[in-house]
């Protein structure tokens, strides 16, 4: 629920860095970038929405870009990527692939992502944006990648064009609504990009060959 800056309901009482607050904070972001964009929706606002004082938002999140970030990808589980599996067999690239692609583009076709979309939109203009997508690119998709990497010497410039490959698709078929791409059959683009991903992760590179 949104409310009237100027005039906050009483506040909530939480426990210092409970879930509780956490996810306060999250559900008043999303529905606050939501709603007013990027420029427009401030910490205080969100803090109002979430019964808060604003120094909590800050103390979490960092700043509005931080909050950014995490209001868009909260949802978004690496977790499990390079996990092994029933019998301690780490997965090969092409389930590793298939995973990736599988979590990178969940939601997207229900719009239950209105943040990621609009995070992935303003990075075209506002390079406030952009750093919130290399701090996911570098702190949460790279980790499970280069585990399973080793020591290729490309390891990080796959990871970065498994991600450019991603926001690609994302940004012609939900966010440009380029036709074929926009309304073809979202399995047949999952295993296009699962397939894609797959290359990008075994194909000889130069840093390889040198």
Do not use: C
């Amino acid at each position: 629920m949104l409310t009237d800056p100027e005039n906050p309901p009483v506040t909530r009482r939480f426990t210092e860095r409970s879930a509780d607050t956490r996810a306060a904070i999250l559900d008043a972001a999303r529905a606050r970038f939501a709603a007013d964009g990027y420029e427009k929706a401030t910490i205080r606002a969100i803090a109002a929405d979430a019964g808060i004082d604003a120094s909590m938002v800050m103390r979490y999140y960092g700043d509005k870009a931080g909050l950014f970030r995490a209001a868009a990808f909260a949802d978004v589980d690496l977790t499990g990527l390079g996990a092994p599996g029933p019998s301690g067999e780490l997965p090969d690239m092409r389930e590793l692939a298939t995973r990736v692609a599988r979590v990178l583009l969940q939601n997207w076709d229900t719009g239950e992502n209105q943040v990621q979309r609009l995070l992935v939109r303003t990075a075209f203009t506002h390079p406030e944006a952009v750093a919130q997508l290399q701090r996911f690119l570098d702190e949460r998709l790279e980790p499970p990648f280069l585990a399973l990497l080793g020591d290729d010497p490309d390891a990080q410039l796959r990871v970065a064009l498994v991600f450019s490959q991603t926001l690609g698709v994302l940004s012609a078929r939900y966010l440009l609504g380029l036709e074929p791409i926009s309304s073809a059959d979202p399995e047949l683009i999952e295993a296009t990009l699962r397939d894609a991903i797959e290359v990008v992760l075994t194909r000889p590179m130069r840093a390889s060959r040198d």
